[in-house]
Each structure stands twice: as structure tokens, then as C-alpha cells.
């Protein structure tokens, strides 16, 4: 399953929304009805981090200004208001099967 | 607090061999599956391989299959991966994650970096 996110570049000013799309080739419905889709967000000179599971629910800590939508093939993260500490890489991926693929990224800077 | 620690990376001729570890804590490590992922400089995440909570399944990418392995010491909470064969594209951090139930890759390590170089 490819995954692709757009844009792959998002300069954003702090206080301001901001939205990052990813697509799937393929439904990432699973025949349980569970969609498997994740958003991850790498800080500079970090790991990654869990930020969204299953679409649209926020990991332990992640705050609210994170939001995830979107169903089959189209999905999206949302910041409701962007700040400084939101910098850094925004992988999306799918795991409804293996191999578990993430799309190439989007780099979010200030 | 839940911990991973990775070890293990360094540098490795073509053809040749490393053997990554990592060291869980802060969880019952027996009751998690985990994966390993890396990360190439300068590029995106890239699954690697998956365990099961008691090493009876397991699963690799294409890029890795018959050259690497996963494996698990549930006694010793460690997971480790085998990298054989090691091809200059293999140089990356490699990550140790685990997944809990249906939250794909809820923690992860600090990474081991891979240097495959002659």
C-alpha cells in the first residue's frame, strides 16, 4: 500500500491553523471495521512519536489542538492552531497490512 | 516509565554482520509485540520487521526478508534483530517499537545508528 502526503512543505505561522493531507492506494478499512491509520511526528533530533491512532484518536498526552479525520482513502491531520514546539517531520502510515508503509513525510517549519 | 533501549549499530562492511538489541523496561515486555524500523539519513521511516509476543510469528519487509531476523528473549525483555548480508542502503538509525494491540508503534527507542561502509 503506498502512501503519499501532501504537502510534502508547510511553512505555518504560530497561532494559525494548519492541515496535512495523506492518501492511501488502497481502503485501509479493515474487514474488523477498524480503519488502521496513524499519524506519527518526529521532532528535530528526535524518534518519532504517536500522535494519532485508528484516524482520529489522540495518543496519551498529545494535545488538543491535534486532530485526525477522514475515512477510506483520505485522511487528514489538523493543528487548530499551530505553535513553535510543533516543528518537525509528519508521517502518516497504514497498518491493515504488512508491510506497514508510511508515507514520505511532511516537514512543518515556522 | 516505559523504556527502550537499543544497541548494537556501529560500523560494518559490505557483506557483513551486526546484531542490534534492545532492552525493554517500565512494561511487561512479554505481553507487547514489537517491530523494528529505520530511518536512512535524510529519509522517511521504513517498517522492518514484526514479532509476536511469544516468537511464533513473525513478519519482514522485502528489502530485509532472508537477510535479517527477529527474535525475542521475553525472560531478558530484550528483542533483537540479526542483520546479515549488510548492503551500503541498510545504513540508517534503527529503531526499536512496540505496539499495543491496536496502537501501532506507541513507543519507541532513542535508535542505534548502521554504518555499512568499506
Known amino acids: 500500500i503506498v502512501m503519499t502526503q501532501t504537502p510534502l512543505s508547510l511553512s505555518v505561522t504560530p497561532g494559525q491553523p494548519a492541515s496535512i493531507s495523506c492518501k492511501s492506494s488502497?481502503?485501509?478499512?479493515?474487514?474488523?471495521?477498524?480503519?488502521?491509520f496513524y499519524w506519527y511526528q518526529q521532532k528535530p533530533g528526535q524518534s518519532p512519536q504517536l500522535l494519532i491512532y485508528?484516524?482520529?484518536n489522540r495518543f496519551s498526552g498529545v494535545p488538543d489542538r491535534f486532530s485526525g479525520s477522514g475515512s477510506g482513502t483520505d485522511f487528514t491531520l489538523k493543528f487548530s492552531r499551530v505553535e513553535a514546539e510543533d516543528v518537525g517531520l509528519y508521517f502518516c502510515m497504514q497498518a491493515v497490512d504488512y508491510p506497514f508503509t508510511f508515507g514520505p513525510g511532511t516537514k512543518v517549519d515556522i | 516509565e516505559v523504556q527502550l533501549v537499543e544497541s548494537g549499530g556501529g560500523l560494518a562492511q559490505p557483506g557483513g554482520s551486526l546484531r542490534l538489541s534492545c532492552v525493554c523496561s517500565?512494561?511487561?515486555?512479554?505481553?507487547?509485540?514489537m517491530n523494528w524500523v529505520r530511518q536512512a539519513p535524510g529519509k522517511g521511516l521504513e517498517w522492518l520487521s514484526y514479532i509476536n509476543t511469544r516468537a511464533t510469528t513473525t513478519y519482514y519487509a522485502d528489502s530485509v526478508r532472508g537477510r535479517f531476523t527477529i527474535s525475542r528473549d521475553n525472560a531478558e525483555n530484550s528483542v533483537f534483530l540479526q542483520m546479515n548480508s549488510l548492503r551500503a542502503e541498510d545504513a540508517a538509525v534503527y529503531y526499536c517499537?512496540?505496539?499495543?494491540?491496536?496502537?501501532?508503534?506507541?513507543?519507541w527507542g532513542q535508535g542505534t545508528v548502521v554504518t555499512v561502509s568499506s
Open positions: 517500565g512494561f511487561m515486555f512479554s505481553g507487547y509485540e
Open positions: 485508528e484516524v482520529s
Open positions: 517499537v512496540r505496539t499495543s494491540g491496536p496502537i501501532i508503534f506507541d513507543y
Open positions: 488502497q481502503s485501509l478499512r479493515h474487514r474488523d471495521g477498524k480503519t488502521y
